[in-house]
């Protein structure tokens, strides 16, 4: 008897439509959805070029199912009156992802400008972006905007009425009547042929997206729960993307111990973990870690037994929660992107869930060694590669120093190159993100509002990091800078985004000018500026609009910061 079949099934007509009604549904086992948009988009790229994206695993639920079933994230809850048929082992994630995305459904919005590869010639990865969804008003989700920026929303595919009604009865309608008012966007083509070059595009990229099938095996009703905990590890260790959690979830379950109610328990109780997506991952990390003290290795979590999870795991999500707390309110990191590294988080928590029952005034002075911990490994890039074993070194070193000892090799062996900060640019994601929080920590002041910038103010105000010397002004006045010089996090701070827009490509003297007079103090604006630890006074190099001088003085104020904050003030 066959106990598995293996056929492909269409993306739109079978797997995402039996998503949505409930046909489709997923072991309460399982832990939430956890793709960041990013993720998504890659995968609806890789979708529309054809390229194949791995197969799912699905189990057909018999009258005697042991698994409670729930509903995919986004998708309508399911009632007494839907029963599922199959239950999604291996997949959620990319279907999840895919459904929210291609039904409308989420945080986000997909979107597929044609107007980027009609008139401006992109590529198309650049042609399929995303939007986050605020207080439910999605810049491009009215047929007027999508005409004018050209852009298709995703959703009216896979979630309307379909391409053709969109492109006929809404687009050229709309694009006719910005015609006759003299109104046509920069990419129209006149006559017939705008819409004819859509509907290619859409041919091309979009419909493959419709006809993707992906390979599924689907276990028949019969399967027995040991044996399908069984596949799930087989499938793990023939390199199918399956997470540590999910599986140890699936071992624990059958052994009786619910992991995922205790990630969903702690996601309720806990402050900052839905705030920075925390992967359930790292607190199993966090028990290995003070359980062990020689590993967090992926092989070595799938060894955990259950009683030692359950022993450990209350202290493991304080700790996790201690560390999120101290560089949330101390270390000016508001929300995920700010973090230089995700697994630095590790070796943190387990300091502090080691250390838990030390008196108040003697965690008062722990968070001042971990900080200034932090901040060398921060500006030293330790967590760059083999951040398993860097984080054991350090939960060692950082027990020696915190009992009494010598300082960890990353405090005590810190150096810092200034004239590196003339070349750090995102892409060197540990010291730009370890520069901008630790601005933050600091309570520099908004340029809107002048009050000190939390997290509250950057959503309220739309605060994010900017330049400093317009990009667009130094290309012109500064022709032989490397873009790299250009971007630097020395020419970067945050700024508000109406602050931003007012700013435009204009010379630092006419925008400083321009706030100047709308505040009508002069105090004011200098006390902002060197709350950014920028020069201030009316002879600066800002207010002159020489770059060569602003950077290597940025540069100072930038390095004195980090040396304060690594506890190497000179």
């Known amino acids: ?31 939430e959805f956890v793709w960041q ?34 509903e995919f994230s986004g998708a309508s809850p399911l009632s007494e009156n839907i029963t599922p048929q199959f239950l999604m082992l291996d997949g959620q994630q990319r279907l999840t992802s895919l459904y929210q995305a291609l039904y409308g ?19 198309l990865e650049d042609a399929f972006f995303f939007e986050r969804v605020k207080d439910q008003k999605a810049p491009y989700q009215t047929i007027e905007p999508q005409v004018i920026w050209g852009v298709l929303p995703l959703e009216v595919i896979f979630g309307g009425k379909g391409f053709y009604e969109w492109l006929y009865e809404r687009f050229a309608k709309q694009l006719n009547i910005m015609r006759i008012a003299g109104k046509a966007p920069d990419y129209d083509l006149g006559d017939d042929r705008t819409v004819e070059e859509i509907a290619k595009l859409y041919r091309s990229y ?71 997506d925390i992967d359930p991952y790292y607190v199993l990390q966090v028990i290995s ?85 932090y901040w060398c490994s921060v500006f030293s890039q330790k967590y760059e590669s083999n951040p398993t074993t860097q984080s054991i070194t350090d939960l060692e070193e950082l027990s020696i120093w915190i009992d009494g000892g010598n300082s960890p090799s990353s405090v005590t062996e810190f150096k810092f190159e200034p004239t590196n900060l003339f070349h750090t640019t995102f892409r060197q994601r540990a ?19 002048e009050k000190p910038v939390d997290d509250s103010v950057m959503e309220a105000n ?62 004011n604006l200098d006390r902002v500026l060197e709350s950014h630890f920028l020069p201030s006074s009316t002879q600066s190099s800002l207010r002159q609009n020489d770059f060569e001088s602003f950077r290597r003085e940025r540069a100072e104020n930038l390095y004195n910061l980090i040396l304060e904050a690594t506890c190497k003030e000179e």
């Open 37 to 70: 948009p990013g993720q998504t988009l890659a995968l609806i790229v890789s979708l529309a070029q054809r390229f194949p994206a791995g197969s799912l695993l699905r189990l057909e639920i018999g009258a005697d199912n042991v698994f409670q079933a729930r």
């Open 431 to 449: 010291v730009y993100r370890g520069i901008l929080s630790l601005l933050l920590s600091k309570r520099l002041l908004d340029f809107h509002s």
């Open 462 to 523: 739309g605060v994010d990091d900017h330049h400093i010397f317009p990009d667009a002004y130094l290309q012109v006045n500064y022709p032989a800078l490397k873009e790299n010089e250009r971007n630097s996090i020395v020419n970067r701070t945050l700024i508000d985004r109406a602050t931003n827009q007012s700013i435009g490509k204009k010379a630092p003297s006419l925008y400083l000018q321009e706030i100047e007079n709308a505040w009508g103090n002069a105090t």
């Open 105 to 123: 459904k989420g945080e986000h919005r997909y979107y597929f400008s044609f107007r980027k590869l009609l008139f401006l010639k992109k590529s």
């Open 206 to 276: 979009i419909e493959p997206l419709e006809r993707y099938e992906f390979p599924v095996v689907t276990l028949a009703r019969e399967t027995s729960l040991e044996a399908v905990c069984t596949i799930f590890e087989t499938l793990n260790s023939t390199g199918v993307k399956l997470s540590v959690f999910d599986l140890l979830n699936a071992r624990f379950f059958y052994l009786g111990l619910n992991l995922r109610n205790l990630w969903l328990q702690a996601l309720e109780n806990a402050r900052y973990f839905k705030r920075f």
């Open 289 to 373: 870690a003070v359980e062990t003290r020689t590993t967090i290795k992926r092989g070595d979590i799938l060894k955990l037994k259950p009683d030692i999870v359950s022993k450990h795991w209350d202290d493991a999500i304080y700790g996790m929660e201690e560390a999120l707390d101290m560089l949330f309110r101390q270390c000016g990191v508001f929300k995920p992107d700010l973090l230089s590294y995700n697994t630095i988080l590790v070796p943190l928590a387990a300091i502090f869930m080691k250390y838990r029952h030390l008196k108040q005034e003697a965690k008062g002075a722990l968070r001042i060694k971990l900080k200034c911990w």
């Open 1 to 31: 008897m066959a106990y598995f079949d293996t056929n492909p099934k269409k993306l739109k007509e079978d797997l995402l439509v039996s998503i949505d009604r409930g046909n489709t549904a997923l072991p309460d086992f399982q832990r």
